[in-house]
């Protein structure tokens, strides 16, 4: 990426920050960056190309230093620093989640992922695979947790009242009771067992 490819970038980073997904759009980089629409699509092409670069910037956030050595333990460190990245930015799991950038940040860390994958004895269809469902797990609950900070009310218990849905008033306290950080917890050990 060119310097001012990155600069473009950068911009909508910001942009996302301060606004959200909804307002990233090529026109609002280029008033932040103070230059014309034609200068921002020269180095992003499109509004879907600024999003790939947006999202596999997020995703070059990931730190693959220092990693555990036993691969267990790797895996789920590089997707809590996964989870750490897309929640460091406003709607940053929404950008990465919409998106298909096979850019240098996602595949390094997808490298990483799977070879840690690799080094656990797992093939190597299940090394792709494990690693996908990770990274959906991941997106899903990062995602859903960025909607529940801007959510009013609990939705969930409204929606139950009626008692058309027995099950889930069976178990509603447990999905209200444990906070995002166990429930991510508790999925990647459910996903890293071996």
């Given at each position: 990426?060119?310097?001012?490819?990155?600069?473009?970038?950068?911009?909508?980073?910001?942009?996302?920050?301060?606004?959200?997904?909804?307002?990233?759009?090529?026109?609002?980089?280029?008033?932040?960056l103070g230059?014309?629409?034609?200068?921002?699509?020269?180095?992003?092409?499109?509004?879907?190309?600024?999003?790939?670069?947006?999202?596999?910037?997020?995703?070059?956030?990931?730190?693959?230093?220092?990693?555990?050595?036993?691969?267990?333990?790797?895996?789920?460190?590089?997707?809590?620093?996964?989870?750490?990245?897309?929640?460091?930015?406003r709607d940053?799991?929404?950008?990465?989640?919409?998106?298909?950038?096979?850019?240098?940040?996602?595949?390094?860390?997808?490298?990483?992922?799977?070879?840690?994958?690799?080094?656990?004895?797992?093939?190597?269809?299940?090394?792709?695979?494990?690693?996908?469902?990770i990274v959906?797990?991941?997106?899903?609950?990062?995602?859903?947790?960025?909607?529940?900070?801007?959510?009013?009310?609990?939705?969930?218990?409204?929606?139950?009242?009626?008692?058309?849905?027995?099950?889930?008033?069976?178990?509603?306290?447990?999905?209200?009771?444990?906070?995002?950080?166990?429930?991510?917890?508790?999925?990647?050990?459910?996903?890293?067992?071996?």
């Amino acid at each position: 990426m060119t310097k001012k490819q990155e600069g473009v970038v950068r911009a909508a980073l910001e942009l996302l920050d301060d606004r959200g997904a909804e307002a990233v759009s090529i026109r609002g980089v280029a008033d932040r960056l103070g230059v014309r629409m034609n200068t921002v699509l020269w180095h992003a092409k499109s509004k879907a190309r600024l999003l790939e670069l947006m999202a596999d910037a997020i995703v070059a956030e990931v730190s693959l230093a220092d990693l555990p050595g036993q691969w267990q333990e790797r895996v789920r460190e590089l997707a809590r620093r996964y989870r750490r990245a897309l929640l460091s930015h406003r709607d940053g799991a929404v950008i990465v989640a919409g998106t298909h950038a096979a850019e240098p940040g996602t595949l390094s860390f997808a490298d990483t992922m799977v070879e840690a994958l690799l080094s656990g004895g797992l093939d190597e269809r299940a090394a792709a695979w494990t690693c996908w469902t990770i990274v959906y797990f991941v997106l899903g609950l990062a995602q859903e947790e960025e909607a529940a900070a801007r959510a009013d009310g609990d939705d969930l218990v409204d929606a139950l009242a009626p008692g058309g849905y027995p099950a889930l008033s069976r178990v509603v306290a447990h999905l209200r009771d444990a906070s995002f950080d166990e429930r991510f917890e508790y999925g990647l050990g459910l996903m890293t067992r071996q």
